[in-house]
């Protein structure tokens, strides 16, 4: 068994943490959905790039996902809707395996992430408005915690520690890089 194939098994025996979180009462929730991919040459994970012109987070490499609107019934449902909504990938072709600890963003949100496996075949059909580009890197390289970084940045003029990573010249950072992070930390 490969390190991948080793990380699905230990997370897939998990147990669910549900939709519970503490959160600060001024965040908004969301939810994203990591999409693993299984290829002849080993999984991979799928990422959008935000279009540029987006007023937040332009250009911003990301995972499929969003703000939980009032007619979604669950923050599952929230990440499956918006993936469809940016990717056009219909809910059935996604198997949620599990839901990774939620976080704060900078931004005002509280990301609650939903690890699932992209079913084959599928076609991507990016919503142009909010997708610049659809790309894959593989699980492997996201899973060695040695191609992480910590980086200072700048915020309403305070300085925040964030974490960031670059694989086959995608730069990822922030909550999506946190995430990564977590994955490689507990899994990989």
Same mark, same amino acid.
């Given at each position: 068994m490969n390190r991948t194939d080793h990380f699905l098994s230990r997370f897939m025996l998990q147990k %669910? %943490? /549900?939709?519970?979180?503490s959160k600060a009462p001024e965040t908004r929730d969301a939810a994203v959905i990591i999409p693993l991919i299984s290829r002849a040459e080993g999984w991979s994970v799928l990422f959008t790039q935000r279009s540029w012109q987006l007023r937040h987070h332009p250009g911003q490499v990301c995972f499929p996902g969003g703000r939980k609107d009032t007619s979604d019934t669950s923050l599952q449902m929230t990440g499956l809707r918006e993936l469809e909504e940016e990717l056009g990938i219909p809910s059935h072709q996604i198997q949620i395996i599990g839901e990774l600890t939620g976080g704060q963003t900078l931004s005002g949100y509280h990301i609650h992430p939903y690890l699932a496996r992209l079913h084959h075949p599928f076609t991507v059909s990016p919503a142009k408005a909010e997708v610049e $580009? !659809? +790309?894959? &890197?593989? &699980?492997?390289?996201?899973l060695d915690t040695s191609n992480y970084q910590s980086l200072i940045i700048q915020r309403n003029n305070k300085p925040h520690k964030i974490? /960031? &990573?670059? !694989?086959?010249?995608? +730069?990822?950072w922030g909550a999506? $890089?946190?995430?990564l992070y977590q994955l490689a930390k507990q899994y990989g």
């Open positions: %669910h %943490h /549900g939709e519970q979180s $580009a !659809v +790309f894959e &890197l593989p &699980l492997e390289l996201l974490i /960031g &990573l670059t !694989v086959d010249n995608w +730069f990822i999506t $890089a946190k995430m």
